[in-house]
């Protein structure tokens, strides 16, 4: 531990709460006629309904009211008002998310590492390797955001933080909605919006919520005329037919169906099916250098379906000395990608090897390359669990989870003219291919106490033992490679690995109420993350799991006449036995993953949110963070990556500032900052790419008449780029940017209950 930069972390924490508190107490006194207070925020964060400021947690919560006035719907959306958190974005679908700096930037797949971010869909999990979830967002009560190891009740992957989004339940009044939005982006199509929900009660004691949903995103990337000379055969391959405007498009679909029935006073059955589809054409990468801003040059179909659908039922009831829980879920994810790699022929490899070989196959021919994957995930979760009463002096909560994870991946680089000797058997111009199933599963018994020491010392212990079995079987690789195919007519399965650990880890924390409106905290917290299979052997057939050890001080105050909250906390974590994945042809073509050290993350995160007059409000949350390598990674006896750099995905700064005006009762406006510092693409010395900072800036204005509103909106007003990522990996650099200015009109109705 860096003992003098969590002192001075700690110091500047202390100073800020000072002039905050004392500046909050001479502020305040001016508005005390003022009958308004800052709304009461309820949170599950540990599993029960609380008051988020009576939580000993870093808690960020983007509530229902703030979604929809910040027109937030999909993953780059969400993520983008959150301070403690970044992202790596590649397209609908395809996202990653980091929380406090850790990240490795490894380019995870199937096959990979566990995210270090779990996320979770109200009751059950549905986190994913190297691409989540891209979750329709509509009809949402709340996104909780838990920073910090959240492993002892949240399991595998809430090893940095855990993401929850909590639906609406259906309940016993009639209610019902519905909007439509139109936009239109600079130098692209048009968009075009429409959502509905209904809440229906069918008894007294049963009640049925629907919702359904389609987003048509217009595109605003230009795939132009391109070419490229391969340098060994000298071919040259152009892109007619291939040309569009606005070539990245995207259409979601989807719907909800929740059903609540009361067996009597003390059981509830809560039942609900979730189903959701995008489809996708072009990319989300351009290419400035080459060909200039939102444009970018492409010699295949890009496109991308990603069909799932979620089944979850939740038994709760009243057992006398306890809380009953009980929760199942089942995942059915349907996930197609096809892709243009035709500049992956460029380095030369493929060329050389299987188009141009001409001692076997005689003249060379064109070597563009078509990528395709099919992905079929299946997950089953089960959750039982019991929690105390709310005891005066002593409360607990005890429970068991299972999951089990079943992915089927076939991964297929395509040549159309390879030679049929070069081909890998029994599939058309097939050069390359990974075709394996993965299955995880994970056994745990959790279980937190919490103690009530004095009437302001509040002690929490919290445990989770665990088990976890990692297996991979099937095929990877090319018909010369790892074993000769050649003159075979059949494809033998050359990985079948199983890994199996156990382990726990341990939470303490002590929450110390200094008065009715401020409370402070200390916390130790451990996360993890599982070991697995490797697809090879040449590294060794398994990596072994990683672990996170979290130390924070924090704070939460709000005024004694609750127009003003300001939180903050003051971290150290500690990351050892780093799950890395990295690919180096000339050791494999595969990716793979390898554990390489240890690293640190310190930083300090606070929200202030003020209600200073009955019209004026002002929230901002402010992240700084320092997250660096303490070891040098040496791959294969090269200085790969070296101590003291700064993680990928780590950006040292992220604030948000929402500003909110009620001009009279019926409209309002709002605006929306939000500034991002630079960050690198990888850990990786030779690949690493740094992204600039960026800012966008979002307003709107709406307009409210009994039960229908209008709301005017501009996103990204300024038309700034940012630099979502930067990738290197297919030699063709490209960048992946956010949409341009983009102004709106939404038509919302509401029946007024």
Same mark, same amino acid.
């Given at each position: 531990m860096d003992i003098f930069k969590l002192e001075a972390l700690n110091k500047a924490a202390l100073s800020l709460s000072r002039m905050v508190f004392v500046g909050s107490s001479v502020v305040l006194t001016s508005n005390a006629l003022a009958d308004e207070t800052l709304e009461e925020i309820v949170v599950t964060a540990q599993k029960r309904e609380q008051n988020a400021q009576d939580v000993p947690m870093n808690i960020n919560t983007l509530v229902n009211e703030t979604l929809d006035n910040l027109n937030i719907k999909d993953f780059a959306d969400y993520v983008l008002q959150l301070p403690s958190v970044s992202s790596l974005q590649r397209r609908p679908g395809m996202g990653q998310i980091f929380m406090r700096g850790i990240s490795d930037g490894g380019n995870a797949n199937q096959s990979g590492q566990g995210p270090s971010v779990a996320i979770y869909l109200d009751e059950a999990p549905v986190t994913a390797i190297g691409?989540?979830?891209?979750?329709h967002i509509y009809d949402i009560d709340r996104i909780e955001v838990l920073n910090g190891p959240q492993g002892t009740l949240f399991g595998a992957s809430a090893q940095a933080?855990?993401?929850?989004?909590?639906?609406?339940?259906?309940?016993?009044?009639?209610?019902?909605?519905?909007?439509?939005?139109?936009?239109?982006?600079?130098?692209?199509?048009?968009?075009?919006?429409?959502?509905?929900?209904?809440?229906?009660?069918?008894?007294?004691?049963?009640?049925?919520?629907?919702?359904?949903?389609?987003?048509?995103?217009?595109?605003?990337?230009?795939?132009?005329?391109?070419?490229?000379?391969?340098?060994?055969?000298?071919?040259?391959?152009?892109?007619?037919?291939?040309?569009?405007?606005?070539?990245?498009?995207?259409?979601?679909?989807?719907?909800?169906?929740?059903?609540?029935?009361?067996?009597?006073?003390?059981?509830?059955?809560?039942?609900?099916?979730?189903?959701?589809?995008?489809?996708?054409?072009?990319?989300?990468?351009?290419?400035?250098?080459?060909?200039?801003?939102?444009?970018?040059?492409?010699?295949?179909?890009?496109?991308?379906?990603?069909?799932?659908?979620?089944?979850?039922?939740?038994?709760?009831?009243d057992l006398g000395f306890a809380d009953l829980t009980f929760t199942t879920s089942s995942l059915e994810r349907d996930f197609q990608v096809f892709n243009d790699y035709s500049h992956y022929s460029v380095s030369g490899y493929v060329e050389g090897y299987y188009t141009c070989y001409t001692y076997y196959f005689g003249d060379c021919v064109d070597p563009s390359i078509q990528y395709e994957n099919y992905t079929v995930q299946d997950v089953e979760t089960s959750e039982l669990r019991l929690a105390s009463k709310n005891n005066a002096k002593l409360n607990w909560i005890l429970g068991t989870f299972y999951s089990e994870t079943d992915t089927s991946f076939n991964s297929q680089w395509h040549i159309p003219p390879i030679h049929p000797d070069a081909k890998v058997p029994t599939t058309k111009d097939l050069y390359y291919q990974t075709d394996q199933v993965r299955t995880d599963e994970e056994t745990a018994y959790f279980g937190e106490i919490y103690y009530q020491a004095t009437d302001r010392l509040l002690m929490t212990f919290g445990h989770r033992k665990f088990e976890n079995e990692t297996s991979l079987k099937g095929f990877s690789g090319t018909v010369w490679w790892p074993s000769s195919l050649y003159g075979s007519l059949t494809r033998p399965d050359n990985v079948n690995s199983t890994f199996k650990g156990d382990d726990s880890i341990n939470k303490i924390n002590l929450s110390y109420d200094i008065n009715d409106d401020t409370l402070v905290y200390v916390t130790f917290s451990e996360g993890y993350r599982p070991g697995g299979a490797n697809r090879t052997l040449q590294i060794g057939a398994f990596f072994d799991p990683d672990y996170l050890e979290n130390r924070e001080i924090g704070f939460k105050h709000t005024s004694s006449d609750g127009r003003f909250r300001f939180n903050g906390v003051s971290y150290q974590?500690?990351?050892?036995?780093?799950?890395?994945?990295?690919?180096?042809?000339?050791?494999?073509?595969?990716?793979?993953?390898?554990?390489?050290?240890? $690293? %640190?993350?310190?930083?300090?995160?606070? #929200? /202030?949110?003020? &209600?200073? +007059?009955?019209?004026?409000?002002?929230? !901002? @949350?402010?992240?700084?963070?320092?997250?660096?390598?303490?070891?040098?990674?040496?791959?294969?006896?090269?200085?790969?990556?070296?101590?003291?750099?700064?993680?990928?995905?780590?950006?040292?700064?992220?604030?948000?500032?929402?500003?909110?005006?009620?001009?009279?009762?019926?409209?309002?406006?709002?605006?929306?900052?939000?500034?991002?510092?630079?960050?690198?693409?990888?850990?990786?010395?030779?690949?690493?790419?740094?992204?600039?900072?960026?800012?966008?800036?979002?307003?709107?204005?709406?307009?409210?008449?009994?039960?229908?509103?209008?709301?005017?909106?501009?996103?990204?007003?300024?038309?700034?780029? $940012? %630099?979502?990522?930067?990738?290197?990996? #297919? /030699?063709?650099? &490209?960048? +992946?940017?956010?949409?341009?200015?983009? !102004? @709106?009109?939404?038509?919302?109705?509401?029946?007024?209950?």
């Open positions: 691409d989540n979830l891209d979750i933080g855990n993401l929850r989004i909590i639906t609406n339940k259906p309940d016993g009044e009639f209610d019902a909605g519905a909007n439509l939005s139109f936009s239109s982006t600079d130098g692209g199509s048009t968009s075009n919006l429409i959502e509905g929900f209904i809440n229906i009660p069918l008894s007294d004691n049963a009640a049925l919520r629907i919702v359904g949903f389609s987003d048509d995103e217009g595109g605003y990337i230009d795939a132009v005329a391109d070419s490229i000379t391969y340098p060994l055969s000298g071919i040259t391959r152009t892109n007619e037919g291939y040309v569009k405007s606005d070539y990245n498009e995207a259409l979601t679909q989807g719907y909800r169906a929740a059903l609540r029935i009361d067996l009597n006073d003390s059981w509830t059955i809560d039942a609900n099916v979730i189903g959701q589809e995008t489809e996708t054409d072009g990319i989300w990468d351009h290419d400035p250098t080459r060909l200039g801003n939102y444009k970018v040059g492409r010699f295949f179909e890009d496109s991308q379906d990603d069909d799932w659908t979620k089944f979850a039922a939740t038994v709760s009831g974590m500690d990351w050892d036995d780093i799950q890395l994945s990295w690919f180096d042809p000339a050791i494999s073509l595969l990716t793979l993953v390898d554990n390489v050290g240890k $690293a %640190e993350s310190n930083g300090f995160d606070f #929200d /202030v949110t003020y &209600l200073m +007059t009955d019209k004026w409000k002002a929230s !901002l @949350g402010y992240a700084i963070n320092d997250a660096t390598l303490l070891e040098d990674y040496y791959l294969r006896g090269t200085l790969s990556a070296s101590a003291g750099q700064d993680l990928p995905f780590a950006p040292d700064k992220k604030y948000t500032l929402n500003i909110t005006y009620d001009y009279s009762d019926t409209s309002y406006g709002q605006i929306n900052y939000v500034k991002t510092a630079g960050m690198w693409s990888d850990i990786m010395m030779d690949t690493r790419q740094r992204q600039a900072p960026y800012g966008i800036l979002n307003a709107s204005w709406t307009l409210e008449r009994e039960d229908f509103t209008v709301q005017f909106f501009g996103d990204n007003l300024t038309n700034e780029i $940012a %630099e979502l990522f930067k990738n290197i990996e #297919d /030699v063709q650099p &490209l960048i +992946t940017v956010n949409r341009p200015r983009t !102004l @709106g009109v939404k038509f919302a109705w509401k029946l007024k209950k």
